[in-house]
């Protein structure tokens, strides 16, 4: 019986040969996974608790995971956006400063992680540096304005700072992506899920302002309070107003008149028609009343100064034009019957004038009058009664005259029944407060540029001067007349955020001042206290960067404030980039197509509104 030998091939021991190696390859991976995951792990865990104490419950969308390649980019535009809103809140909670300790526990556990980056630890300094809010000195001694409220605006300040400019943003991204890819398996087992986030407890999230575009529909539209705005309407050619809140709004027709894009004088508006000058009272009830033809006054195009007051039965018009001031009466039962003109002071003499109703005489109206001399002015009062034949005129008190001998510039502004005249000059300004037969006068000498058209605004006891163009070195100068005691005269420091802004809205509101800034990538609010030296950061207005390719300019910004109300009128381009191939290029070897960047510009208007002194803005 003959045996047979069976000898395995060349090919089968090959394969057998394989699969061992690849059974003892497996295991020895395996074996390497798990002790990269026990070396990484714990980096990876304190990433995502670094990342759950500063973003919270957010941490989910901000750090998903996306295209690998594109990956660090997205995570430092979401991380950006979320703490350009958040980077300006209250002082009272310990964020960020309370991310210090799990990022030194992630410094610690980086330390035996396979593949720590070699800039991990310059990064790691730099973020320990700007969450870590400032100590008080440690023997006691501080320098005058060290206090603990400035160092922490000042602390803050630069935080906004860095998130603003992106250093922030990408110091944050570039650590967490740098753990995320320590290893193939610390990298699918990152989870951006909150963890711990029990021991996290976040601050109030801020209010995020919505930017609800005004309808293109609206023409030469004019703020005149921070609940109500007229506009020209390119559907009809006529005047409309809108009385609006932060939930509704409602829209009324006036007429044909068309507003001046000007602020309101007395309450009331300066507009034209077809047939000539008119004037749109806010209160008691929007009609329009034709003026009365008067050369070198009604006539559209025509240089004059004007001046308004309304009282509940009647409107007061004056007009200054060269040196004669006059002044005519209206009332609102009969709009169509103007009071002939009567004139005050001196003829071809006088260089500014207000006038106001009287407190208890709703037919009664004084008028202001400021007459240069050669050293000084003189203040002289009129009293101006409405009667059936007519207006008389009964002269007032003649005040004490103001030395002030060189005026360039007379700005005017009234709040209820106060009028105040500020008058500019080459190295000083004086500001008058008039109420009833109450004068009051305050100087100081001032240093800076006014500019071609300075603003003045005022409340019943302030008057704010801002310099034109408004940058952010611009020059504000606020004059507080307080009850029983002397007048004071304060220049504002500028903005502590200057670098990059462009435009600003000084405002006053009851608990300080206000201002709206556009700074490189966001417009913001910045607040003065009244009991405050310095400005302190407000609430988050809006992004200027929507979109990855799209940018916002901000051609005008206007702001109008009562109150704790105020409302903010931003008017600008949304730019949007994007890349096309050249017409008729074509590729040559391995040089792709030529390509150009296309430009669109699309004009927006928002209207902001915050009813709690800029703290917190909606759009409207």
Known sequence: MALFKVRPSRGSWAFFVLITVAVLTRRQWTRHEQQVIRRDGPAAESARALATCLFGPDVSWILREDDPAAQQARWTSRIASWLQMHASGSLAHDWPSRCVAPLDELDQRLQSASQRSPNTSSTIVRLRRALQRPTPPRFGFARPGDDPASRAVAWQTGLMRIADDGTLPSQLASLFTDVRNLSLGTRDRWTPFPLRQEQFPMPPPPEVPRWRDVPAAHEQAVLASPTVYFYRSLVDGRTHRVDFDRRSLNDTEVGAAVAWREPPRGGVLRASTEHGGAVIPLEPSTRVIALPDEPGVTRRGEAFDWQAAASPDGLAWLTRTQGTVRLRAVRFDEPGRWSEAVTLGAPESQMGAVVAPEPLDATRWRVTTLRPRALDLAVEQHVVAVTPAG???????????????????????????????????????????????????????????????????????????????????????????????????????????????????????????????AHPVALRAWRRPLQSTQWEPG???????????????????????????????????????????????????????????VETKTPYRVLMVSEDSGRTFAGR
């Open 391 to 517: 207006l008389t005129v009964t002269p007032g008190p003649r005040r004490e005259p103001v030395v002030f001998p060189s005026v360039q510039r007379l700005l005017t502004c009234g709040s209820d029944g106060v009028r105040y005249v500020a008058l500019v000059g080459a190295s000083g300004v004086a500001v008058l407060r008039i109420e009833g037969e109450q004068l009051r006068v305050a100087q100081a000498t001032t240093a800076g540029a006014w500019g071609l058209d300075p603003t003045l605004r005022c409340d019943a006891g302030r008057a704010l001067m801002v310099s034109d163009p408004p940058t952010m070195e611009a020059h504000t100068v606020v004059v507080t007349f307080p009850v029983g005691r002397e007048p004071t005269v304060e220049t504002v420091p500028m903005l502590p955020y200057d670098r990059g802004a462009r435009l600003r809205e000084v405002l006053l509101v009851d608990d300080g001042l206000v201002a709206i800034a």
């Open 539 to 597: 609430g988050y207005v809006g992004s200027l960067v929507p979109a990855a390719n799209t940018v916002r300019s901000v051609r005008a910004l206007r702001g109008v404030s009562q109150g704790r109300a105020l409302a903010a009128w931003i008017e600008g381009d949304a730019i949007t980039q994007r890349t096309e191939p050249v017409p008729g290029a074509t590729a040559e070897g391995n040089n792709p197509p030529a390509t150009r960047v």
